[in-house]
């Protein structure tokens, strides 16, 4: 997965039409060298979804992802197509 941030563009863009506030927390696990990173993107305080991932950015890429199909699920049938 690239680090890019397309899918938390998308989901605070959904987020800021709703008024909702979004904010994503990571940690990380394992040696310095080959960190794993998960992080949890919360909506409105309450945690939506989890991804991992070797960086922060694709972990907290990750749990956009899954946040905005958990709250809009048509889109993540587009996306299997």
């Known amino acids: ?3 890019s941030s ?5 989901l605070n863009n959904l987020a800021q039409s709703q008024h909702w506030h979004i904010n994503y927390l990571a940690s990380s696990s394992g040696p310095l060298h080959t960190p794993k990173w998960k992080a949890v993107a919360y909506i409105n305080q309450i945690a939506i979804a989890s991804g991992t991932g070797r960086s922060k950015a694709a972990a907290m890429e990750k749990a956009a ?3 905005y199909e958990h709250i809009n699920p048509s ?5 299997r197509r």
């Open 1 to 3: 997965m690239s680090e």
């Open 65 to 67: 992802l899954l946040a």
């Open 6 to 10: 397309e899918y938390r563009m998308t």
């Open 75 to 79: 889109a993540a049938s587009r996306q």
